[in-house]
């Protein structure tokens, strides 16, 4: 019932940001709490950040904790991932994701994902 589309990737040097944006298409984007997830090679998919349906409540992994900052525009349809201090572990693609609830969102299984935008962070 929603469909989201991740943009803002890219390739940045380590100390670097980037801004990612996750444009959704739903009849109603404010009953929808927002997430962003991360998957690097090799590794399993892993919980990056998370919003609440007004953006009242943030939630942040520890790795990202005081780099990273989640948004929600439920005007513009829109979430957003600011990262700043980028470092090469943050090399992954990032995922966004919704969920009406915010409790499948921090444990990671969420009703709806977007296709993924490729983050790469050089040394």
């Known amino acids: 019932q929603v469909q989201l589309v991740e943009s803002g990737g890219g390739l940045v040097q380590a100390g670097g940001s980037l801004r990612l944006s996750c444009a959704a298409s739903a009849r109603t984007f404010s009953r929808y709490n927002m997430g962003w997830f991360r998957q690097a090679p090799g590794k399993e998919r892993e919980f990056v950040a998370a919003?609440?349906?007004?953006?009242?409540?943030?939630y942040y992994a520890d790795s990202v904790k005081g780099r990273f900052t989640i948004s929600k525009d439920n005007a513009k349809n829109a979430a957003y991932l600011q990262m700043n201090s980028l470092k090469p572990e943050d090399t992954a693609v990032y995922y966004c994701?919704?969920?009406?609830?915010?409790?499948?969102?921090?444990?990671?299984?969420?009703?709806?994902w977007g296709q993924g935008t490729q983050v790469t962070v050089s040394s």
């Open positions: 994701a919704a969920d009406a609830s915010v409790t499948p969102l921090r444990s990671g299984v969420p009703t709806h």
């Open positions: 919003i609440t349906l007004s953006g009242g409540r943030t």
